[in-house]
């Protein structure tokens, strides 16, 4: 496949592909000296100043307790970035300059004079914007996102954005946000009280991938897919969102969420409501995430019967992932023995729309399985079998689109073909687009995007209140269900293996198979 012209506009946000965040502003990073910020903050920002993409203007401001100074941060996050840059080489001058703008402020989150320390600090900035724009990034425990944002509001740091202000200042908030409905809800109303629901952006790093946002654009800009997109073309729909990896070190943190907290309630569902939503009036913001609130709120509620019946939980045991031994889950550091929480959860869901009545989504995430792997599968209605039926045992199956979302991302068409010689006989054959082939490969990371776009204040592909909100109800609903019931032996699967048979069955019973991500050829 070939393009013929150049995409000039990116999929969401109606924006230049080359975007540019232009207004000078301060970003104040909370939990400057964690994981996340040296894995993925700092070299996100990095890549946005290489490609240009930074304001003329910037600072970076490193908030965390650890005794640092500017230049001990920097080193560390220079070295960080040797590991974790995507193009695993750092340009040292590039480096040098970027680095200027970086400085840490040691303080403790809990204690109100770190924030008119930090306060003061951003005071000495000459340039206005600087001082007074600003993004806090909270790479911080959940726990502490409601403390943080009553600080910066009363340092002054955090003010309500109103019509005509000149300034602006925006909180982008890590996953988990609330752990269900209620946590989820009081956490919404303690970040309202001091912003604007305009000023807070609620990660999901999924959204920031480049074949999530293709969702859009392949559907909507597309006449033969979209005209086919509803119950009267697609059979059914499969998202498989696929992990290697164990609890590894996580085993205390996977024990309160499970897997349908950790990434169910976000990742599976934003997928779910890009391949289900309608059309939007607009690429606005308001627009894109209007309809996706209305296909997740479209969902048909489950009662504990439906649960029982289309809902499937998993917990690993001991077994090999590509040639690596592994060990159960409930052998884990800081996991409970006898253990009931899932490491895998298998759904069937129905949106109840017009669109879609009728129509199941299956959906299934989880851990050691056998191929780190994204994608979503639609699968269209067989043909009529009267033509080829006279042939005898022809090898038809229904036609299928895959969306591999990572990693070698594509997308692919199923269809039959007529294998060459006298007789009819046919085989499944597949039309192939690669990201890579097509475009180089150059992917920006998601933080890279999520960044760009908090700055610029785009919230688009972050969640909003109602979105994160009625996920949880979904998630709550089945979590109700399971209550303290132990998993059944149906329920585990070896490390390795794609999951329970209870998930096999869960297909099966409607007379279909999962389809298991496969390499690239
Ligand atoms: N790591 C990831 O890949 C990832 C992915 C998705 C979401 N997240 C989310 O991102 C957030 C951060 O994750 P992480 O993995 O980076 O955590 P982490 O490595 O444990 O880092 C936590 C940071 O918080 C700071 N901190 C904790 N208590 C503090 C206090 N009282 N005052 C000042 N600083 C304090 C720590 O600094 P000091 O110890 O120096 O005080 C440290 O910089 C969490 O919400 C997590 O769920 C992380």
Partial sequence: MSYEQPINQSPIGGLENIRK???PCTIVIFGASG????????????????????????????FARRDKTDESWRMEMRESLAVHSRTKSVDDAKWDDFAKNLSYHKGDLTDSDAYTRLADRLQVYQNESLKNNLVFYLAISPSLFGDVVDYLHDAQLLKRWEEGDEFWQRVVVEKPFGH????????????????????????????????????????????????????ETIEHVQITVGETVGVGGRGGYFEEAGTIRD?????????????????????????VRGEKVKALKSIRA?????????????????????????????????????????????????????????????LRTGKNLPMRASEVRVQFRPTPNVLFAAQGDLDLLPNALTLRLQPDEGISLRFNGKVPGNSIT????????GYDSEFGAYTPEAYERLLLEAMAGD????????????????????????????????E????GSWGPMAAEELLANDGYVWHNPQPAE
Wanted: aromatic residues 12%; negative net charge.
């Fill in 492 to 495: 585990f699967y070896a490390a």
């Fill in 180 to 231: 269900d409905l209620q946590s989820a809800s009081l956490l919404n109303n303690h970040l309202l009280r001091h912003a604007r629901e305009r000023q807070i952006f609620r990660i999901d790093h999924y959204l920031g991938k480049e074949t999530v946002q293709n969702i859009m654009m392949f559907r909507f800009s597309n006449a033969i897919f979209e005209q086919l997109w509803n119950r």
């Fill in 263 to 287: 990434m169910m309630q976000n990742h599976l569902l934003q997928i779910l409501s890009l391949v289900a939503m309608e059309p939007p009036p607009s690429l606005a913001a308001e627009d």
């Fill in 21 to 23: 965040a232009d207004e």
């Fill in 426 to 433: 046919s085989r499944p054959v597949r039309m192939h687009f």
């Fill in 35 to 62: 994981d996340l910020t040296s894995r993925k903050l700092i070299p996100a920002l990095y890549h946005l100043y290489l490609d240009g993409q930074m304001p003329d203007s910037f600072r970076v401001v490193g």
């Fill in 302 to 362: 489950m009662t504990p019967e439906d649960v029982a019946e289309r809902v499937v939980r998993g917990q690993y045991f001991a077994g090999t992932v590509n040639g690596e031994s592994r060990m159960g889950y409930r052998q884990e550091e800081k996991v409970d023995p006898e253990s009931n929480v899932e490491t895998y959860v298998a759904l069937k869901l129905f949106v109840d729309n017009w669109r879609w009545s009728g129509v199941p989504f299956y």
């Fill in 459 to 490: 919230a688009t592909l972050f969640i909003r209140r109602d979105e994160v909100e009625t996920a949880w109800r979904i998630v709550d609903d089945i979590r109700a269900a399971w209550g303290d019931q132990p998993l059944t032996n149906r």
